[in-house]
Nanobody, 117 residues
Framework: QVQFVESGGGLVQPGGSLRLSCAAS????????MGWYRQAPGKQRELVAG???????NYADSVKGRFAISRDNNKNTFYLQMNSLKPEDTALYYC???????????WGQGTQVTVSS
């Protein structure tokens, strides 16, 4: 199984920024899809940002213009840059990847993002 590890979360004040990383050991990959998800207590897990192998991106309406997904092509790593953070962004953030010949990566433990003054 393939599992990516999330990191970079923390406590930040409203209006602040965080950069989340999603990484796995192994060779360089070219995934079909890379996505960031989040889940708050009592709420469903939702897709926050995704990018396809063709470079198409999409974002949840709530984060458009504030979040950006990107990939380091030399590493098994991709990122979520989060700017202008709001308390509503508070959640456990997960990454998930679909890889050729492998399929979906397993859900990891996530990284906690807390936005509070």
């Amino acid at each position: 199984q393939v599992q990516f590890v999330e990191s970079g979360g923390g406590l930040v004040q409203p209006g602040g920024s965080l950069r989340l990383s999603c990484a796995a050991s192994g060779s360089i990959f070219s995934p079909y899809f890379m996505g960031w998800y989040r889940q708050a207590p009592g709420k469903q897990r939702e897709l926050v940002a995704g990018i396809t192998n063709g470079g198409n991106t999409n974002y949840a309406d709530s984060v458009k213009g504030r979040f950006a997904i990107s990939r380091d092509n030399n590493k098994n790593t991709f990122y979520l840059q989060m700017n202008s953070l709001k308390p509503e962004d508070t959640a456990l953030y997960y990454c998930r990847v679909n890889l050729p010949g492998v399929g979906w990566s397993s859900w990891g433990q996530g990284t906690q993002v807390t936005v509070s003054s």
